[in-house]
């Protein structure tokens, strides 16, 4: 098994700045790819970006790029989203995603609340 502990959500002002950070531990070995997603109230799910494992591959959803880069510290087990450039409808539960061995983990989420 693997177990996500996320942090650094918040409320923070629009055109602010947040890092997420998600740290994994048990079963940490042989990690293919991790990522963020996040939910707002009566949507569905949708990832925001990913970092593969098997090297620097990125993906961001339409709606972040240019504004979000995730990131990976493989020593620490641990990979970021810096959010910069905060926009309201930004505003939602984030969650941490580990995929092993084609199994995923998620993370308990964090909330992001952008308001001035």
């Known amino acids: 098994q693997v177990q996500l502990v996320e942090s650094g959500g918040g409320l923070v002002q629009p055109g602010g700045s947040l890092r997420l950070s998600c740290a994994a531990s048990?079963?940490?070995?042989?990690?293919?790819?991790m990522g963020w997603y996040r939910q707002a109230p009566g949507k569905e799910r949708d990832l925001v970006a990913a970092?593969?494992?098997?090297?620097?591959?990125?993906f961001y959803a339409n709606s972040v790029k240019d504004r979000f880069t995730i990131s990976r510290d493989h020593a620490k087990n641990t990979v970021y989203l810096q959010m910069n450039s905060l926009k309201p409808e930004d505003t939602a539960v984030y969650y941490c995603?580990?995929?092993?061995?084609?199994?995923?983990?998620w993370g308990q989420g964090t909330q992001v609340t952008v308001s001035s």
């Open positions: 995603n580990v995929e092993r061995r084609k199994i995923n983990y």
């Open positions: 048990g079963s940490i070995f042989r990690l293919d790819a």
């Open positions: 970092i593969r494992n098997s090297g620097y591959s990125t």
